[in-house]
């Protein structure tokens, strides 16, 4: 069985000892995959009559991945496989679109995701409210 108390323990560690030594992340090549999605999705930030950059409006970028969790909850929901890779289930197919999305969006506006994911798993691991006593408690995290 996982201790994750200990695994948590060990991301924070090594969190502060890349900050303060410059090691690299904990999850390195999210960025790459952002730069790669963002590449070949390069048709959707152009013009298709001039090849020209057209802005994109964020809002509408992020409820579009919002739509592929939505799509993979329906698969979940109605158990079905994939109509367009019929050897997978929908909802693994979706998720790879919300994070294709995800990553076409953070290499177009320079998001550090490897930074960030390390960060956020590190502060997760000392939050309060992360604990089970916590999501125990009446209005806690519990589902």
Wanted: proline share 4%; glycine share 8%; with cysteine.
């Amino acid at each position: 069985m996982t201790d994750y108390n200990a695994l948590a323990g060990g991301i924070l560690a090594r969190a502060i000892d890349r900050d303060a030594l410059a090691l690299p992340a904990l999850h390195p090549g999210l960025n790459a995959l952002a730069a790669a999605c963002h590449a070949a999705n390069a048709k959707w930030w152009q013009d298709p009559a001039t090849g020209q950059p057209i802005p994109r409006n964020k809002g509408e970028l992020l409820m579009l991945v919002v739509s592929e969790i939505a799509e993979a909850m329906e698969g979940e929901r109605k158990d079905l496989m994939d109509d367009k890779l019929p050897h997978r289930r929908m909802a693994e197919v979706e998720l790879a679109d919300a994070l294709i999305r995800i990553f076409d969006y953070a290499g177009a506006f320079g998001y550090d995701l490897d930074g960030a994911v390390t960060e956020k798993l590190a502060y997760n691991a000392t939050r309060a409210d992360h604990t089970h006593e916590a999501r125990l408690r009446a209005g806690g995290k519990k589902w």
